[in-house]
């Protein structure tokens, strides 16, 4: 099963520093990892730096994977495209990067599965302009998806989707990810989300990792003070599962 | 239940989107049938009068005809109407790719300064006498403009490379380059000769009589070069659509994918543009037609763009014969007369999305 490590990674923007000496334990395939920390923090650059979209120090180290560099998809936090495409065409696009103009009879079957297992297969002939934003998200969840990746990145990929679909999407990447081997790196702000699908969880802040760990261990009423500024409990609820109850903000000292 | 209805629905997407490939098939095949009609009419037309038969006559059997027939539909019209053909195609690819690169609807060789730069490039030789590059002075305007138009190519594509530079500050520069060469031409047309002011509006006005077969050759070749490029690029130029950081997100080089095509299409835009002038309508409108009628996927939009390029200008060509009779208007002038029509029709009928 295909594995991730960050060694003394970092990212710059030019001059700007933004991430420092990012190091993380072994990534395992199989499961979904939360990265979470506030915004503006990182967790869109660590990405991007993951994928060899952002320059800076340090190593990535990626093991038992079958694609080599290629392994590696990044699902970018924005969206919006206004493309003439069809939303069909687009996830195709996708799925060809790099190959002929010859479209095979598997590769559409690919494609079908895919908008199914999302459940977007109405959309299929809509105009990627006319779509909602959660209609949007879905279809990039999509573009991710038929690319086949070992490692998947995905930035925010739930934060315009209904409740319904939060919980169909996460639910439907941990199968999949369980079942594929993939390692699912998801960044998110709900963090009730982080506590219930991934077992895991890296929480970045101000361009450094502050814990990393079992979800259970890290999202605590500890952190949520000293990163979120949040005063708030998990507790456990009347089902046994740990939620997070926010009670208020912290002043700025 | 839901297991079957997924299944249905998936092939019912497979089947729509093979449908849809026809339905883009077919339309490409509609619009190369219209380009030979146009192409035909366009050598059947002139100032001398010759009956239809005749003329396919000295097309198909050109040793049976007289030479005077022979001349003037060979070595005449032919150049022309299949000028018509190779520039209308370079200057509609080159804006369906400007405007690929740089996401922007309004991106053109004309609206981006690249052919205001070739004119004033012209016109400096044929006002001034003056030769940018100062070998093989019978072809000092067509290389004076060709320089120009490289320069102002190359300006726009390094200022795109710079950082902090987006999209809308390329569209910005490249509105200041129109001003300043036009500003610039118009100079040297308040100091220019009579003789020369002449040929300088004339040559800004956009002509193909002064087509040649060395000139068709030659635009010819440098579509031959510019295509396989694209086309090898398709699903990567689309992929651009998605925006810069999906499309980097693909494992695209995306400043790699942009420069190499800007460097392509300022050689397609600059090679016409020093053979006939200014020709400004097909660049910007000739894409956004094909776009309209085939979408964004480079496999079809690349193909329609050249086609709907060329007929576009094709057409124009007849109507530049035939709006006067006995005369033939320049065809810089007659493009927007005959593209805008056509193009406010596809827009306010085409209910989808064009941009
Ligand atoms: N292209 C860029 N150029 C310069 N600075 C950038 C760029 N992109 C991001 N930054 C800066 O890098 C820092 C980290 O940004 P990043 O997008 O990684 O945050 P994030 O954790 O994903 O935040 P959010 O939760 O808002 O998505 C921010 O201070 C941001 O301003
Ligand atoms: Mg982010």
Same mark, same amino acid.
């Given at each position: 099963?295909?594995?991730? %490590?960050?060694?003394?990674?970092?990212?710059?923007?030019?001059?700007?520093?933004?991430?420092?000496?990012?190091?993380? &334990?072994?990534?395992?395939?199989?499961?979904?990892? %939360?990265?979470?920390? *506030?915004?503006?923090?990182?967790?869109?650059?660590?990405?991007?730096?993951?994928?060899?979209? %952002?320059?800076?120090?340090?190593?990535?180290?990626?093991?038992?994977?079958?694609?080599?560099?290629?392994?590696?998809?990044?699902?970018?936090?924005?969206?919006?495209?206004?493309?003439?495409?069809?939303?069909?065409?687009?996830?195709?696009?996708?799925?060809?990067?790099?190959?002929?103009?010859?479209?095979?009879?598997?590769?559409?079957?690919?494609?079908?599965?895919?908008?199914?297992?999302?459940?977007?297969?109405?959309? $299929?002939?809509?105009?990627?302009?006319?779509?909602?934003? &959660?209609?949007?998200?879905?279809?990039?969840?999509?573009?991710?998806?038929?690319?086949? *990746?070992?490692? #998947?990145?995905?930035?925010?990929?739930?934060?315009?989707?209904?409740?319904?679909?939060?919980?169909?999407? #996460?639910?439907?990447?941990?199968?999949?990810?369980?079942?594929?081997?993939?390692?699912?790196?998801?960044?998110?702000?709900?963090?009730?989300?982080?506590?219930?699908?991934?077992?895991?969880?890296?929480?970045? +802040?101000? &361009? +450094?990792?502050?814990?990393?760990?079992?979800?259970?261990?890290?999202?605590?009423?500890?952190?949520?003070? +000293?990163?979120?500024?949040?005063?708030?409990?998990?507790?456990?609820?009347?089902?046994?599962?740990?939620?997070?109850?926010?009670?208020?903000?912290?002043?700025?000292? | 239940?839901?297991?079957?209805?997924?299944?249905?629905?998936?092939?019912?997407?497979?089947?729509?989107?093979?449908?849809?490939?026809?339905?883009?098939?077919?339309?490409?095949?509609?619009?190369?049938? %219209?380009?030979?009609?146009?192409?035909?009419?366009?050598?059947?037309?002139?100032?001398?009068?010759?009956?239809?038969?005749?003329?396919?006559?000295?097309?198909?059997?050109?040793?049976?005809?007289?030479?005077?027939?022979?001349?003037?539909?060979?070595?005449?019209?032919?150049?022309?109407?299949?000028?018509?053909?190779?520039?209308?195609? @370079?200057?509609?690819?080159?804006?369906?790719?400007?405007?690929?690169?740089?996401?922007?609807?309004?991106?053109?060789?004309?609206?981006?300064?690249? @052919? $205001?730069?070739?004119?004033?490039?012209?016109?400096?030789?044929?006002?001034?006498?003056?030769?940018?590059?100062?070998?093989?002075?019978?072809?000092?305007?067509?290389?004076?403009?060709?320089?120009?138009?490289?320069?102002?190519?190359?300006?726009?594509?390094?200022?795109?490379?710079?950082?902090?530079?987006?999209?809308?500050?390329?569209?910005?520069?490249?509105?200041?380059?129109?001003?300043?060469?036009?500003?610039?031409? +118009?100079?040297?047309?308040?100091?220019?000769?009579?003789?020369?002011?002449?040929?300088?509006?004339?040559?800004?006005?956009?002509?193909?009589?002064?087509?040649?077969? *060395?000139?068709?050759?030659?635009?010819?070749?440098?579509?031959?070069?510019?295509?396989?490029?694209?086309?090898?690029? $398709?699903?990567?130029?689309?992929?651009?659509?998605? &925006?810069?950081?999906?499309?980097?997100?693909?494992?695209?080089?995306?400043?790699?994918?942009?420069?190499?095509?800007?460097?392509?299409?300022?050689?397609?835009?600059?090679?016409?543009?020093?053979?006939?002038?200014?020709?400004?309508?097909?660049?910007?409108?000739?894409?956004?037609?094909?776009?309209?009628?085939?979408?964004?996927?480079?496999?079809?939009?690349?193909?329609?763009?050249?086609?709907?390029?060329?007929?576009?200008?094709?057409?124009?060509?007849?109507?530049?014969?035939?709006?006067?009779?006995?005369?033939?208007?320049?065809?810089?002038?007659?493009?927007?007369?005959?593209?805008? *029509?056509?193009?406010?029709?596809?827009?306010?009928?085409?209910?989808?999305?064009?941009?």
């Amino acid at each position: 099963m295909v594995s991730l %490590a960050l060694k003394d990674v970092g990212a710059t923007y030019g001059r700007r520093v933004v991430l420092s000496d990012i190091n993380t &334990g072994v990534l395992k395939g199989g499961q979904l990892t %939360a990265v979470i920390g *506030p915004n503006a923090a990182g967790k869109s650059t660590v990405f991007k730096r993951i994928a060899g979209l %952002a320059a800076g120090p340090g190593l990535v180290h990626l093991s038992d994977t079958a694609k080599g560099s290629e392994a590696i998809c990044y699902m970018p936090q924005d969206t919006g495209a206004n493309a003439v495409l069809t939303v069909y065409e687009s996830v195709l696009l996708s799925a060809k990067q790099g190959s002929g103009w010859k479209v095979k009879d598997g590769e559409l079957q690919e494609i079908d599965r895919v908008l199914a297992a999302l459940k977007i297969n109405e959309l $299929a002939f809509r105009g990627l302009g006319e779509l909602s934003g &959660g209609q949007r998200q879905l279809v990039s969840i999509a573009q991710a998806l038929v690319r086949k *990746p070992e490692v #998947l990145l995905m930035d925010e990929p739930t934060s315009a989707l209904d409740l319904f679909r939060q919980i169909e999407v #996460l639910g439907f990447m941990k199968r999949l990810a369980t079942q594929s081997g993939m390692a699912v790196l998801i960044a998110l702000h709900d963090l009730n989300h982080a506590l219930r699908y991934c077992e895991d969880t890296i929480v970045i +802040s101000d &361009g +450094s990792v502050v814990a990393s760990g079992p979800t259970h261990a890290v999202v605590t009423a500890d952190m949520l003070k +000293s990163v979120y500024r949040v005063e708030a409990r998990v507790e456990a609820c009347s089902r046994g599962r740990p939620v997070i109850i926010v009670d208020d903000s912290i002043a700025l000292g | 239940m839901t297991a079957i209805a997924e299944e249905i629905a998936g092939i019912e997407g497979r089947g729509r989107y093979r449908a849809l490939v026809v339905r883009r098939l077919v339309m490409l095949s509609g619009l190369l049938a %219209a380009l030979f009609v146009s192409v035909a009419v366009d050598m059947a037309l002139g100032p001398a009068n010759y009956p239809l038969s005749d003329v396919l006559t000295a097309l198909f059997w050109a040793e049976t005809v007289g030479d005077q027939l022979r001349v003037v539909i060979w070595d005449i019209r032919m150049p022309i109407a299949l000028m018509a053909v190779t520039v209308g195609a @370079s200057l509609s690819l080159a804006g369906a790719q400007m405007q690929t690169i740089l996401a922007n609807p309004l991106a053109s060789p004309f609206t981006l300064g690249i @052919s $205001a730069a070739a004119g004033f490039g012209a016109a400096l030789g044929l006002v001034a006498g003056v030769a940018v590059f100062p070998v093989a002075v019978q072809y000092m305007v067509p290389i004076n403009a060709f320089l120009m138009a490289m320069v102002a190519a190359l300006f726009i594509h390094f200022a795109s490379t710079m950082r902090g530079v987006t999209v809308e500050t390329i569209v910005l520069l490249g509105i200041a380059l129109v001003f300043t060469f036009n500003a610039a031409l +118009s100079l040297l047309e308040y100091l220019a000769s009579e003789q020369a002011l002449a040929a300088v509006v004339f040559w800004t006005m956009g002509s193909l009589t002064k087509a040649t077969w *060395p000139k068709v050759w030659v635009t010819a070749a440098v579509l031959l070069v510019a295509v396989p490029v694209f086309a090898r690029r $398709a699903w990567a130029l689309t992929a651009l659509r998605l &925006g810069e950081d999906k499309a980097a997100s693909f494992g695209i080089d995306v400043r790699r994918l942009r420069l190499e095509t800007m460097l392509t299409v300022s050689l397609l835009a600059a090679i016409p543009v020093s053979f006939v002038g200014t020709i400004g309508f097909v660049g910007l409108v000739g894409p956004h037609i094909a776009r309209m009628l085939v979408g964004e996927d480079q496999r079809f939009f690349l193909p329609a763009s050249v086609l709907c390029g060329s007929l576009l200008l094709s057409v124009t060509s007849v109507v530049s014969k035939t709006l006067i009779p006995g005369a033939v208007l320049p065809i810089g002038i007659i493009t927007a007369l005959v593209g805008v *029509p056509f193009f406010f029709v596809l827009i306010f009928t085409n209910r989808k999305r064009a941009w």
